[in-house]
């Protein structure tokens, strides 16, 4: 199908589903997911598993739910979960563990490169012997890191918060809505990553082009309760694999492609740094996000935005003026030129007007 010439570098969630997923939602074998009777959700579910390197999957309509899910499955109401303060979970999730799980966000500052300093954490984690403070039961990692840049977080790192938790008694949450885009950046199998979790949660709505959903990933008992508080929060879901055949298509076809993606971005991001008035840390480019500042008088992010617009590229705004790009499926190298000439004439020091 003909899309319109804008160029979409909002999110990888506004990938179309391709053909192949469309017919495959068109073909699903479907049943009552409720009654755990849709065999193509079940086939999808020991896929996501599998693959994840854990022993079972639940599929979720998106990954708000499934970190939800994940999140009041590990603690008990009026425990703390530990939380980066530039996570999705504590920035964009509309506060739902505290809402609905009676839970206390505590957060930790989020390091340049995505991680939470050790010592942070350890500073975090209150003494369980004084009753006047909440208990804290678990702690969330952002893999790949959105508001960082979309870096991967170090295997390394992994380890050593692993060993951290472990020792203090505490189960790991990883959000890893963006974790095939880490695997290929680090060039590792995702089950290298996955160890390190006790569970974790990946999309396939973004850079895996299907049209809903999420994975919750874990062990038995952690997958049942998972499943439960789905039902609970208005997630159960009938035929759903019409939308399990699509995300079945991604598993199995768009996720070697993230490599197309990465280079993309990093094609944006090296010819954006040529232009004076963008400040953009290149580092910080490893996988589909690139991240960066305008400072040009003439320009808030928000006119800048309206301006690039108006050029037929759209990027967006995600904290602190900065401006996030993001390459998807539906990006060409063209568009990359292009979007980077449309940011070279809004910028041009001989344009008059800022729109
Ligand atoms: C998109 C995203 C989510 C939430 O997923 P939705 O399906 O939009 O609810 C969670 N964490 C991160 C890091 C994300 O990028």
Redesign the pocket.
């Known amino acids: 199908m003909e899309q319109p010439t804008m160029i979409e570098l909002r999110s990888d ?1 506004f990938t179309l589903p391709t053909r192949a997923m469309r017919q495959a939602a068109f073909d699903a074998e479907v049943g009552d997911d409720v009654y755990g009777e849709d065999q193509t959700v079940n086939r999808l579910e020991r896929l996501a598993a599998q693959m994840l390197g854990k022993p079972a999957a639940c599929f979720m ?7 939800l899910a994940s999140i009041l499955t590990h603690c008990p109401r009026g425990t703390e979960i530990l939380v980066g303060d530039e ?3 504590y920035n ?2 509309a506060g739902g563990a505290s809402v609905v799980g009676g839970l206390v966000y505590h957060p930790v500052p989020t390091n340049p490169d995505g991680t939470l300093a050790i010592a942070a954490l350890d500073e975090a984690i209150r003494d369980a012997s004084d009753s006047q403070f909440a208990e804290a039961a678990l702690i969330c990692l ?1 893999n ?3 508001r960082c840049g979309g870096v991967p977080l170090p295997l390394a790192y992994l380890a050593e918060v692993r060993e951290f938790a472990t020792a203090r008694g505490l189960a790991i949450h990883m ?1 890893g ?2 974790i095939f885009n880490a695997a290929a950046a680090l060039g590792v199998a995702p089950t290298e990553i996955t160890q390190y979790a006790d569970s974790l ?1 990946f ?1 396939l ?2 850079g895996l082009a299907a049209p ?3 994975m919750a990933v874990g062990d038995e008992r952690f997958i049942y309760r998972v499943r439960r508080l789905r039902k609970m929060l208005g997630g159960g879901m009938r035929q759903i694999g019409m939308m399990a055949a699509p995300a079945l298509v991604a598993l199995e076809t768009m996720v070697e492609r993230l490599h197309d993606d990465h280079r993309l971005a990093r094609r944006l991001a090296e010819g954006l740094a040529q232009i004076p008035s963008v400040h953009i840390d290149l580092q910080t480019v490893q996988t589909n996000i690139v991240i960066f500042e305008v400072r040009d008088k003439r320009y808030t992010w928000k006119t800048f935005l309206d301006a690039l617009q108006a050029e037929g590229v759209r990027m967006g705004e995600l904290g602190h003026g900065r401006i996030r790009a993001v390459t998807h499926y539906g990006i060409s190298s063209e568009d990359i030129d292009r979007a980077i000439a449309a940011v070279e004439r809004v910028l041009a020091p001989t344009r008059t007007s800022s729109n």
């Open positions: 969630t309509p998106s990954g708000t739910m499934a970190n996570s999705d979970i964009y999730e952002e790949t890191h959105n959000d809505a963006r949660q999309c709505s973004k809903v959903g999420s």
